[in-house]
């Protein structure tokens, strides 16, 4: 089978950083993408991970690691505006199946 | 705006009725997916569409009725659904299916069957 886990919420406060794990067990792995969802609005994509390592955009970060079956979402300096849902995906070797997570609802306090 | 639209945002239906949901991507993309998402739970792939070909669909009922006319337009045929099909419909585009990775969603249909 196939799955993937992320914590279901995670609570910090604004200018803090958040780091979001996700781990996977699939069949094939291709890569791991992260996506953003604010209530009320469609998923938007943050980053990708096809290799091991670590690929920065902004304040956002993402990690892989292949033989951990596992990877991260580092938010930095974070905003009120960063509170929403955040979930993680695996694409299969297939190449167009995408499976994502349950994703994980960040709180960001004053 | 992420280049994705969905109409209509709202439906609500009977069990009976036959319905259909709409998305238009203007992206030049050449892969399209329909996406169920339910509270509290992961998105689920529905459907996938390469070049207006099906390449996938992931073992959903026939009550749900695809159809991709062209790489730019994707409906949804819905006829005699069931209450638990009331959630969020996700339509998406990307460049083709080798880049599914970075996938540009449209803001959804909220369906509500009663």
């Known amino acids: 089978g196939q799955s993937l886990e992320q914590p279901s919420e995670v609570t910090a406060v604004e200018g803090a950083i958040v780091q979001i794990n996700c781990t996977y067990q699939?069949?094939?792995?291709?890569?791991l993408s992260w996506y953003q969802q604010h209530d009320g609005g469609a998923p938007t994509f943050l980053s990708y991970?096809?290799?091991?390592g670590l690929e920065e955009t902004g304040r956002f970060s993402s990690f892989l690691s292949r033989s951990d079956s596992y990877g991260y979402l580092l938010l930095q300096e974070l905003q009120m505006k960063d509170s929403a849902s955040y979930f993680c995906?695996?694409?299969?070797?297939?190449?167009?199946?995408?499976?994502f997570g349950a994703g994980t609802r960040l709180f960001v306090k004053a | 705006e992420t280049g994705v639209t969905q109409t209509p945002r709202h439906l609500v239906m009977g069990m009976t009725n036959k319905k259909s949901l709409k998305c238009e991507q203007h992206?030049?993309?050449?892969?399209m997916y329909w996406y169920k998402q339910s509270a509290k739970k992961p998105l689920e792939l529905m459907f996938v569409?390469?070049?207006?070909?099906?390449?996938e669909n992931n073992s959903v009922p026939s009550r749900f009725s695809p159809e991709c006319p062209n790489s730019s337009h994707l409906f949804l045929h819905l006829h005699t659904l069931q209450p638990e099909d009331s959630a969020l419909y996700l339509c998406?585009?990307?460049?083709?299916?080798?880049?599914?990775?970075?996938?540009?969603f449209g803001p959804g249909t909220r369906l509500t069957v009663t």
């Open positions: 569409y390469s070049l207006e070909e099906r390449v």
């Open positions: 995906a695996v694409l299969n070797t297939g190449g167009f199946k995408t499976i």
């Open positions: 998406a585009s990307s460049q083709d299916t080798g880049s599914s990775y970075e996938q540009y």
């Open positions: 699939t069949s094939g792995f291709y890569g």
């Open positions: 992206l030049g993309h050449n892969a």
């Open positions: 991970n096809g290799l091991d």
